[in-house]
């Protein structure tokens, strides 16, 4: 398997402009999670689907944030209108579930907002 | 969600074992430890996991106290790629939002040739 697979990997943009982020989770992954890190911050979770469905989106800083699962194999994460302080690294993460919750993530997207 | 307390930093030198230490003085009775690791540029990679018992796999082992109020993550044979930040987290397993990862400051382990 490739594993979670994120675009684009870099992004830059203005201040003021839709950004879409891509994911598709690893086959047969009940599970998927975003997660956005930052240093002054850390890795913090953003919200997380089970088979599809939003469970926990507390952690979305705003309304300018949403997220979608329409398939089991894609999510997005958007951002409309972008912000500087969205400048940071997002990371899509899947699980399986069952016995082992060992989360697999990807390679992250780096998001700078000019 | 039981806290995390772990050192900011640790140096180890190649070849030599590593141990990271990590504690969790108020872990509850249904919290397992979890490890993972960060290599720069990269997303979190899952290292191991348990409950009471001393665990090992091919990536590291892991040991937890009796009374589960701290942990060491042992690496037996560093090498210059374990350079990373190291993560411990306790967490609900199977448990919901409860049992979501919570990543704290970590460890950055450097190895030195």
């Known amino acids: 398997d490739a594993g979670v697979i994120q675009s684009p990997r870099h992004e830059v943009t203005e201040m003021g402009q839709e950004v879409t982020l891509r994911c598709k989770p690893i086959?047969?992954?009940?599970?998927l999670f975003w997660y956005r890190q930052t240093m002054m911050r850390g890795l913090e979770l953003l919200i997380y689907?089970?088979?599809?469905?939003?469970?926990?989106d507390s952690g979305m800083p705003e309304d300018r944030f949403s997220a979608k699962m329409p398939n089991a194999s894609f999510s997005t994460l958007k951002i409309q209108p972008s912000e500087p302080r969205d400048s940071a690294v997002y990371f899509c993460a899947s699980r399986l579930a069952g016995n082992t919750d060992t989360q697999y993530f990807g390679p992250g997207t780096r998001l700078t907002v000019l | 969600d039981a806290k995390t307390t772990q050192p900011p930093s640790m140096d180890c030198a190649e070849g030599r074992a590593a141990n990271l230490p990590c504690n969790h003085s108020?872990?509850?009775?249904?919290?397992?430890v979890y490890w993972y690791r960060q290599i720069h540029s990269q997303g979190p990679q899952y290292i191991i996991h348990?409950?009471?018992n001393n665990e090992t796999n091919e990536m590291a082992s892991l040991i937890i106290t009796e009374d589960r109020k701290s942990s060491t993550l042992i690496l037996p044979h560093a090498t210059l790629r374990d350079t990373a930040v190291y993560y411990c987290?306790?967490?609900?397993?199977?448990?919901?939002?409860?049992?979501?990862?919570?990543f704290g400051k970590g460890t950055k382990l450097s190895v030195k040739p």
């Open positions: 987290i306790v967490r609900v397993r199977n448990g919901g939002s409860q049992g979501n990862l919570i």
């Open positions: 086959s047969g992954h009940d599970y």
């Open positions: 348990g409950l009471k």
């Open positions: 689907f089970n088979n599809n469905v939003p469970i926990d």
């Open positions: 108020t872990i509850s009775g249904n919290e397992y």
